[in-house]
């Protein structure tokens, strides 16, 4: 395959390289499978004037050898996926890219993202990609992607550059008001995609419009110059919890799948490769244009997809890896405050009187001001559910500690008058606070929760007898009745009924251990939560802590999975 020179040093490239003393020397082949793409192979700088060429230096020293990185074919998702037919349905509607970038991000990674959509997107399903600049000043970014963008790609990638920052959000808003197709895809500026990685989010939306569809993620890691493929999940469903943080979990054990390409119902979607049409899109609201910069979109746009009668699906089929690159996110650890009056907007108009659970872990947000919230209330009065409906029918899963609850609100212990603490690391005793890994609940069911964790007692090994605490994730356990069940009294033990051993301190390391019951002489043993609900004043208390323990003891034993 021959290499042929295409406008090197063209007249307007000469014009903007004379503004760094740079002139750029494209080398480009044809695509041998698509004709219709040039993939760029090689990219040289020299210097002209005594300037040093090394406007672009990020392109060659990331992609020696393509642009676009190579896809290994062990690690491409399920076998089934390339045998699945998305023409059942008629024309699939066209789609408009929506990507946009700021000063953090890199050449490279941008132009890899572009390269990989227009080289595994079917030319009559992309009508455009929408490029928005969120008034980056880097060099490589300016002129110099001018160049390459006109040069290189096919008039339908376009690039919009705002004269001020606005952010992550309202780029996205603009981008999706310039945008022109039947079907808006939101996508990060570091992203490699699949084959087919569109189709299979274009036929869910043509088989209901009413549907926000997003892809699941993949990595791509680079170590020594080299990218290195991490396959994500294909069973993951999106959550949040009552900080609206938002993760990942497995489906229920009991969610019925006839195969594993199956679309999964997801609560919220990731912050990006998400597809929805433009008309739905503009019916709910678009995005919040009171929110600002970043966060908390994912989940408002999500809720209001529910609330008027839409669905979000997790697509398995379609694969998107996300460029796992040096400081690519580092400027959100400055938007705290932000992005925290993001999430009070979405709480304040949509979770109605679930709100307090919100503010059980941020208190500091109560006189915080959300801003004018006038056009979103309006917004909701148009809404077909509420958040109440949506818990129940959507997000059954979230924990709601008064309501699902005999006890909930930190978890002290008496003998060291210190709070059971799962932080990052471990589960473990700290200096009790308003933190919200020390929010706990004891639940109707006779767990022990947090609103997306459930703790259960294994053995340690096979062979020494000893047991231990383990955090594991909910949802995948909702309605399997196979987790721990914990009997407890206020100021009394937290006892395992399946292994009859009670948390405990252990005194040497002052850390979190199951311990034969010995709570009569032991204060190390004793607990108190910092609640107690109704339920477990009509259902626990009594005169008699042994008859409880009877009493409990008898109801455990005859407990049946709900």
Not at 135 to 159: H, M, R, W
Not at 198 to 206: A, C, D, G, R
Not at 481 to 489: F, R, T, V, Y
């Amino acid at each position: 395959m021959g290499i042929r020179l295409r406008n090197a040093c063209f007249f307007g490239a000469i014009t903007a390289c004379s503004l760094f003393g740079v002139c750029v020397l494209f080398l480009l082949h044809a695509s041998t499978d698509e004709s219709r793409i040039t993939e760029a192979v090689g990219l040289t700088s020299f210097s002209a004037g005594g300037t040093k060429g090394n406007y672009f230096r990020l392109v060659t020293d990331d992609n020696r050898t393509k642009i676009t990185a190579p896809w290994p074919e062990t690690v491409r998702n399920m076998r089934l996926c390339p045998r699945l037919g998305y023409d059942s349905l008629g024309r699939l509607p066209n789609a408009s890219i929506v990507i946009t970038f700021h000063e953090t991000e890199t050449i490279s990674s941008l132009l890899q993202t572009i390269h990989s959509i227009l080289k595994r997107t079917p030319e009559e399903l992309l009508h455009e990609i929408i490029v928005i600049d969120d008034c980056s000043t880097k060099d490589d970014l300016g002129q110099i992607l001018e160049i390459y963008l006109a040069s290189v790609f096919p008039p339908n990638v376009k690039l919009y550059r705002n004269p001020v920052n606005i952010g992550l959000i309202r780029s996205r808003l603009r981008g999706s008001r310039l945008s022109e197709g039947e079907v808006i895809v939101f996508m990060d500026s570091h992203s490699e995609v699949q084959s087919r990685w569109l189709e299979p989010l274009l036929y869910e939306i043509k088989k209901n419009r009413r549907t926000l569809a997003h892809s699941f993620i993949d990595w791509m890691e680079k170590k020594r110059g080299v990218w290195h493929y991490k396959r994500g999940g294909a069973d993951w469903i999106v959550y949040f919890d009552w900080r609206l943080v938002f993760g990942w979990q497995p489906i229920p054990k009991q969610t019925k799948r006839r195969i594993s390409t199956d679309v999964l119902k997801s609560k919220v979607i990731i912050g990006a490769y998400a597809a929805i049409e433009r008309k739905f899109f503009e019916e709910i609201g678009e995005f919040d244009e009171g929110m600002e910069f970043w966060g908390g979109e994912n989940i408002d746009i999500s809720l209001r997809v529910w609330l008027f009668g839409g669905q979000v699906l997790s697509v398995p089929c379609s694969r998107v890896a996300h460029l796992e690159g040096k400081d690519t996110r580092s400027y959100r650890d400055s938007f705290t405050a932000t992005i925290e009056r993001n999430y009070k907007r979405v709480v304040e108009v949509w979770f109605d009187e679930y709100k307090r659970y919100f503010y059980l872990y941020y208190p500091s947000l109560i006189p915080v001001d959300a801003g004018n919230l006038t056009d979103r209330m309006e917004l909701k009065s148009r809404a077909k559910f509420n958040f109440h409906w949506f818990l129940q029918n959507v997000f059954p899963e979230l924990g709601i500690p008064d309501r699902d609850g005999f006890a909930w609100g930190r978890l002290r212990n008496v003998g060291r008058d210190l709070c059971l603490d799962a932080n990052a690391d471990a589960i473990t005793l700290y200096y009790c606070s308003g933190l919200h890994t020390q929010i706990f609940y004891w639940s109707k069911k006779f767990e022990l929760r947090q609103p997306i964790s459930i703790y259960n007692v294994q053995s340690e090994d096979d062979t020494n007898g000893k047991y231990v605490l383990v955090e594991s994730e909910y949802i995948s356990q909702f309605n399997v009745d196979s987790g721990s069940k914990w009997i407890h009294w206020r100021v009394g033990p937290l006892l395992e009924a399946g292994k009859n051993h009670c948390l405990a301190v252990d005194p040497s390391l002052m850390g979190i251990i199951m311990a034969p019951c010995d709570y009569a002489n032991n204060p190390d043993q004793l607990w108190e939560f910092q609640h107690y609900t109704d339920q477990y004043w009509d259902t626990v208390a009594g005169n008699s802590n042994e008859t409880v323990y009877s009493d409990l003891r008898t109801l455990l034993m005859n407990l049946k999975p709900s």
